[in-house]
């Protein structure tokens, strides 16, 4: 016996089966991933999915909430730094060049994002993360002076979220190319000469 408790053991089960679905959901799909492809692939007898969630699509949920929540909270702290719009724009901006739209990580926001709009308690999960996330944005903005905080943090995230979703079919798209688009939205002395 390894001398670990039935506790660590539960955890350790949990792990391996979000880590599985969080593989699974970007390699197949949502919809395709089932108690038995999952309970393989976490090495565990398929009855264990229920025991510690109480359904599949729980599991899925948590799972695709948990890399979101661990994606924008690195975002997040990257946004801390910026101390003025085109530094809010570039930490945004730097954090894209990280995904190609292919990668496990944008495949799984993309299934999430689809699978919410048929799941309620997934859509109000990954509705309430984006405001959050949002107003993080909008709060480095305002501490900058932007005259509008929150229009703009509004732009930036669609623009990304769209960014992702293109570079999915074209990776040559460039998050650099946007940079300076995206700063001249951001830019607080532009804005301000135009009001």
Do not use: C
């Amino acid at each position: 016996m390894n001398g670990r408790t039935n506790v660590e053991r539960g955890r350790d089960v949990r792990a391996r089966l979000l880590q599985a679905a969080r593989e699974l959901v970007g390699e197949l799909g949502w919809n395709a991933v089932s108690t038995r492809v999952l309970a393989e692939r976490a090495g565990v007898r398929a009855g264990l999915v229920h025991y510690h969630f109480d359904s599949l699509a729980a599991l899925l949920r948590q799972a695709a909430l948990d890399e979101m929540r661990r994606v924008v909270a690195e975002t997040a702290a990257h946004l801390k730094a910026a101390a003025d719009p085109a530094a809010t724009v570039g930490a945004l901006v730097s954090e894209v060049d990280r995904y190609d739209g292919s990668d496990p990580a944008s495949r799984l926001f993309l299934e999430a994002y689809l699978a919410a709009t048929r799941d309620a308690v997934l859509h109000d999960s990954i509705a309430e993360l984006m405001k959050d996330f949002r107003s993080a944005v909008a709060t480095t903005l305002a501490r900058a002076g932007h005259p509008d905080p929150d229009g703009v943090a509004v732009v930036l995230l669609a623009v990304i979220d769209g960014l992702l979703l293109h570079r999915g079919l074209d990776p040559t798209l460039s998050a650099a190319r946007i940079r300076p688009l995206l700063s001249q939205v951001a830019d607080t002395e532009e804005n301000g000469a135009r009001q």
